[in-house]
């Protein structure tokens, strides 16, 4: 079982920049597929960035790339999601998951959640 946790959500601006973290703990934590989701309000869940145990492999959504930047750090367990030049459109609740992940582009399957953090940014 792997427990996640988000946090560096928050209210900015446009044009600024947040740094998401996903801490996780559990058996094995680092030997899984770290990936990041958001959801905005009415619509469906999107895959935007993914990580492989080694980091060789990532894959990064249009709608963040160039923006974004994904990166983790075994030893601490931890994963980041770096948001720069942040839309209105990017508000929404960011999840960090893991999984035992084959084809680093592919939203499935991931097994283990976080809760989510809320990131709002306006206009």
């Known amino acids: 079982q792997v427990q996640l946790v988000e946090s560096g959500g928050g209210l900015v601006q446009a044009g600024d920049s947040l740094r998401l973290s996903c801490a996780a703990s559990?058996?094995?934590?680092?030997?899984?597929?770290m990936g990041w989701f958001r959801q905005a309000p009415g619509k469906e869940r999107e895959f935007i960035a993914a990580?492989?145990?080694?980091?060789?492999?990532?894959y990064y959504a249009d709608s963040v790339k160039g923006r974004f930047t994904i990166s983790r750090d075994n030893r601490k367990s931890t994963a980041w999601l770096q948001m720069n030049d942040l839309k209105p459109e990017d508000t929404a609740v960011y999840y960090c998951?893991?999984?035992?992940?084959?084809?680093?582009?592919?939203?499935?399957?991931?097994?283990?959640w976080g809760p989510g953090t809320q990131v709002t940014v306006s206009a």
């Open positions: 998951a893991a999984g035992i992940i084959t084809d680093i582009d592919s939203p499935r399957p991931y097994n283990y």
């Open positions: 559990g058996r094995a934590s680092s030997a899984y597929t």
């Open positions: 990580i492989s145990v080694s980091a060789n492999n990532i």
